[in-house]
């Protein structure tokens, strides 16, 4: 019996164990204590990439011939936590229409540090949101394609892990992994660089520094370990890929840990909470994914015509949307916080929106018209009864 090994083992498996125990029962107080589900819908989901990563590496760890399946879940979870994170960040700040209106007229100065020193500076409108939400979406579908792909080859003998060897897959899906992992995180960076103040009282730097640490280190952790067993510091593949699943069973104890600091759940469940609906209907909340459905659609459909201006403190249940058609007969364009709106001569979009879709509504009376275009609707309710039925000609106004 090989001592060594099963000593290997089994601290991963308590540390994995703990973990998934630290992290479940994080999730179930959260869920308990509902009160902010716009906010708590994203921290449950980031909380729950350490019973992920933990189970799925001890999987891997005891069964190397099939480790490849639990490896690509695990990565695919990935992509989840940086666009949750994200969303969460967004939701922070009220959504992308009150950080149009904050952050109105100032620009994202060139920088060395953000790698923008070459390049104009970067407004910061509706624009600069949507293309941030892209660099995060696109890797959230790229992912998965890639598992595909993957699975595919390796099932033709065509893919191996840690062969880096031009006649293998390995090395070109590792370089279009690599590529839109950075441009993930790089939107992410540059979204925390524009809304740093805006966010400040919500103290996201350790939240910031350990989704990037679990989620930036563990990749490139798994990189470098493939390339030390190549250049011969690791014996095989397979002792590196051991030792990369081996890291990661720790690593989740230490970021289990790190989650119960960086997103406490007391916050939620001070005297003045609002009470939740239900431990259920907060699972079945946290759980839905019509928010990314949504999400995707709106930000990439090119025949989409309808752009949304969340404002996530302003009401619960409702989302509201800002069609290209309008009754307004006018053939001037429409600038909504940056975001270009070509009214047409047309009746008003009539879809109703689910209200259970999302827990944003758009802004309202927040953003000030252009010159010379004004808000008539409060005009509508007006009485009129009083008035009369015909207008008096000049003469006779003159004569009473």
């Keep these: 019996m090989d001592w060594a ?54 999987i891997s760890l005891i069964l190397p011939d099939n480790a490849i399946y639990f490896t690509s879940i695990r990565e695919m979870y990935d992509a989840w ?33 953000l790698m923008t020193c070459c390049f104009p500076a970067i407004p910061l409108d509706g624009r600069f949101i949507r293309r941030c939400k892209q660099g995060c979406l696109q890797f959230v579908i790229l992912k998965p394609i890639l598992v595909v792909i993957t699975f595919i080859l390796y099932a033709k003998g065509k893919y191996e892990d840690g062969n880096f060897s031009p006649n293998q897959s390995y090395l070109y899906i590792t370089i279009i992994y690599t590529i839109s992992y950075s441009m993930a995180l790089y939107a992410l960076a540059l979204f925390y660089a524009a809304c740093r103040d805006l966010l400040r009282p919500y103290n996201p730097v350790p939240k910031f ?74 699972l079945i909340h946290a759980l839905k994914f019509n928010d990314f459905y949504h999400d995707t659609v709106h930000q990439f459909a090119p025949t989409y015509n309808e752009y949304v201006l969340y404002n996530h403190n302003e009401g619960e249940n409702t989302q509201a949307k800002y069609p290209s058609a309008s009754a307004v007969p006018s053939s001037r364009d429409v600038e909504l916080a940056g975001i270009t709106v070509v009214p047409v001569t047309s009746s008003v979009s009539s879809n109703q929106v689910d209200q259970d879709e999302s827990m944003t509504t758009p802004i309202r009376h ?33 004569k009473q």
Excluded at 222 to 242: H, M, P, Q, Y
Excluded at 387 to 392: F, L
Aim: some cysteine.
């Design 5 to 58: 090994a099963l000593a290997y083992t089994a601290a991963a498996l308590l540390c994995a164990a703990a973990a998934t125990v630290i992290a479940l029962g994080h999730i179930y107080r959260h869920l308990l204590h509902y009160a902010e589900p716009i906010f708590q819908r994203f921290i449950v989901r980031i909380i729950f990439m350490v019973p992920v990563y933990a189970v799925m590496s001890f």
């Design 81 to 113: 936590v940086i666009y949750n994170f994200f969303s969460l960040c967004l939701a922070w700040v009220g959504g992308p229409g009150a950080v149009v209106v904050s952050l109105n007229g100032k620009t994202l100065k060139p920088s060395w540090f």
């Design 209 to 282: 520094i350990i989704i990037k640490s679990v989620v930036f280190l563990t990749y490139w952790q798994g990189v470098l370990v493939f390339l030390a067993a190549k250049s011969r510091f690791i014996k095989n593949t397979e002792k590196a890929a051991d030792l990369q699943n081996y890291v990661l069973c720790v690593e989740m104890l230490i970021a289990a840990i790190g989650h119960l600091f960086a997103f406490p759940y007391k916050e939620y469940a001070g005297p003045n909470a609002r009470p939740s609906g239900g431990f259920r209907e907060s």
């Design 366 to 398: 927040k953003v000030d018209p252009p010159g010379g275009m004004y808000d008539l609707s409060d005009l509508l309710d007006v009485d009129l009864s009083s008035y009369p039925a015909k207008v008096p000609a000049i003469s006779d106004v003159r």
